[in-house]
């Protein structure tokens, strides 16, 4: 197919993953392109690592949940050829969705984990005593819908609605309405500076005291503002954790640079992750 890229992301249709591919794509401008939908993030992660021709979309950070674990553990310990270069936020908006005309009659609810819990407050009000199940993405737990009797309903958007032709029960069913998700795009080379940049590493401290304070203030005496940091276990030993962090600036510049090296010192691992533009896209979903 010559030059026209994979866009690479998780599947299957409906998902707020697909609208947030979509967008992005439209403001790159590429009209033109080959879909590759997969069925687990890592599926995507690891695609991107071995493409040189292929843009990943996968999502890392919802404003209610808080990062996206599968997202964020598979970057740092699997591809070590991907790197983030650009980021978009879509608005969530899950409805309650059945072939059953009959909100009463439901008693299972699938949807994935993050879903489930964004709508927590409907869920304890009206469905308090119904079995919720696990699904890999909203779009799957309605697809799912079609293999499963009327008493089953799935939380999921209503274009997943519109594409499996169910009914929509309840609209607007999370329990913040300002609640949206960070995606961000995968690929293999890092986007040239632009000015208001942003950049995003994972780092293993040193057991010494003051460890991570001395990485802080490396941080605060180069004027670098930090906009994200979360620590995940490292799988390796009880108590030993990685350390997510995002801050302003691209890696080319002096004082990310000058940052970088402080802190060698006091980490023993270190994953670059991605330099791409901060502005923030907003795409809305219907």
């Known amino acids: 197919m010559g030059n026209i890229p994979d866009l690479i992301y998780l599947g299957p249709e409906g998902t707020y993953t697909e609208a947030a591919a979509q967008s992005f794509m439209e403001s790159l401008g590429i009209g033109v392109f080959n879909r590759n939908i997969k069925k687990s993030i890592i599926s995507v992660i690891k695609s991107i690592d071995n493409s040189n021709n292929s843009i990943g979309i996968v999502p890392i950070e919802n404003s209610i949940e808080g990062i996206v674990r599968e997202t964020i553990d598979n970057l740092i310990r699997t591809a070590s050829n991907v790197v983030i270069t650009g980021e978009i936020i879509i608005p969530v908006s899950h409805c309650l969705i059945s072939k059953n005309d009959n909100a ?14 964004q709508c927590r407050n409907f869920l304890e009000t009206n469905y308090p005593d119904v079995e919720k199940i696990p699904a890999k993405s909203t779009s799957e737990a309605v697809r799912q819908l079609s293999e499963l009797p009327g008493n089953y309903a799935a939380i999921g958007s209503s274009r997943a609605a519109e594409i499996y032709r169910f009914n929509i029960l309840f609209s607007g069913i999370n329990d913040e309405k300002d609640n949206v998700t960070r995606f961000v795009s995968l690929g293999s080379s890092i986007p040239s500076p632009t ?3 942003k950049t995003s590493i994972a780092v293993s401290i040193t057991n010494k005291p003051g460890a991570l304070v001395d990485i802080l203030l490396a ?4 004027n670098i503002n930090l906009s994200y940091i979360e620590s995940r276990p490292s799988r ?4 030993d954790y990685t350390f997510f962090i995002d801050f302003e600036g691209h890696i080319k510049d002096e004082s990310i640079q000058q940052a970088i090296e402080k802190i060698m010192p006091f980490v023993k691992f270190y994953r670059f992750l991605g330099s791409y533009p901060g502005g923030k896209l907003l795409a809305v979903v219907k």
């Open 104 to 117: 009463g009659e439901i008693n299972k609810i699938i949807s994935m984990p993050q879903a489930l819990a």
């Open 195 to 197: 000015g208001k940049d």
């Open 219 to 222: 941080f605060k005496e180069n």
């Open 236 to 239: 390796k030993t009880l108590g």
